[in-house]
């Protein structure tokens, strides 16, 4: 039986395209390419070839880059005069959604430059957060969570970058108020070399509500008004002759005032204030 086979279809053509024709592409989310990366890529496409084309767009007489920059970059260096290229049909919106879908399935992206992507994005192309969702197929906590990190300062998203902490301790620093302990607190993790539980756990703590310690002078000088009266009473025992002895202190929960009479002089000063007592009332 004679099987009759279909002949492929041609999707995108690769073609040849001039290095120096290539615009870089304004919706590229990454913003730092580290040296040594590029050095490593570049050494594998002089050895292997470059196994993966770029993809761009026309515009006026050149091309446009869409996704593959750090390819672009290390055929660059390497002095390629031509570059495989895949020429694609695609109007701004799609051309930025393609390049910033390609950089984060490729985990190519900080979790900042990911959330300034998106930021870019919705605010070049007017969208709505719902509508970004659906554009790069994540869930609406996801890209909420991703955009508040850019509340974090400039200071506090390199620091966290240094000491190579992600997005689950970026997301726990804001917790915090303030950029200087938020500094502190990156600061603490990273030279301590905490694990992204142990840094909310840590932040957990700094957040968590302390009970106010008061000071014993504050409280002692509302407990005056109360102890007035008796040290009135302890004057006039003194008057008496009677050898009074007066003690304060203050403990956690309370003041503690004591008064020590001696047995004898309290049996003698009792028979004496008597007659006193009487004539004052028969007055």
């Given amino acids: 039986m004679k099987v009759l086979r279909r002949k492929p279809e041609v999707a ?6 001039p290095v120096k024709e290539i615009l870089p592409s304004p919706h590229q989310p990454r913003r730092v390419f580290e040296e040594k990366d590029l050095d490593i890529l570049a050494q594998s496409i002089s050895q292997n070839g470059l196994l993966v084309p770029v993809s761009v ?30 020429v694609e049909e695609r109007d701004d919106l799609s051309a930025a959604v393609l390049s910033l879908v390609e950089n984060i399935h490729r985990r190519d992206l900080n979790c900042f430059e990911e959330a300034e992507g998106i930021a870019r994005l919705m605010e070049q192309e007017g969208l709505s957060q719902a509508r970004v969702c659906n554009l790069l197929s994540m869930a609406q906590p996801t890209v909420a969570n991703k955009l508040r990190l850019l509340r974090l300062a400039p200071p ?43 840094a ?11 009970p106010v310690r008061r000071r014993g002078v504050g409280r002692l000088r509302d407990y005056r008004i109360l102890f007035s009266g008796v040290d009135k009473a302890v004057a006039e025992i003194r008057k008496t002759g009677v050898s009074v002895q007066i003690r304060k202190t203050e403990e956690e929960s309370c003041v ?6 001696p047995k004898s002089a309290a049996s003698t000063a009792s028979k004496e204030a008597s007659p006193k007592v009487l004539a004052l009332r028969t007055g």
């Fill in 256 to 261: 503690c005032y004591t008064i020590r009479i």
């Fill in 156 to 198: 506090v998203r390199q620091m966290l970058l240094e000491y190579g902490l992600g997005e689950r301790v970026a997301r726990a620093l804001l917790t915090l108020d303030g950029e200087e302990n938020q500094v502190k607190a990156c600061r603490w993790i990273g030279e301590n070399s905490l694990t992204a539980a142990q």
């Fill in 57 to 86: 767009r026309r515009e006026g007489e050149g091309y446009v880059l869409i996704a593959g920059e750090r390819r672009l970059l290390a055929c660059r260096r390497l002095g390629m005069r031509f570059i495989p290229a895949i």
């Fill in 200 to 210: 909310e756990a840590y932040i957990a703590g700094l957040t968590a509500d302390k």
């Fill in 12 to 17: 995108n053509k690769v073609l040849l395209i």
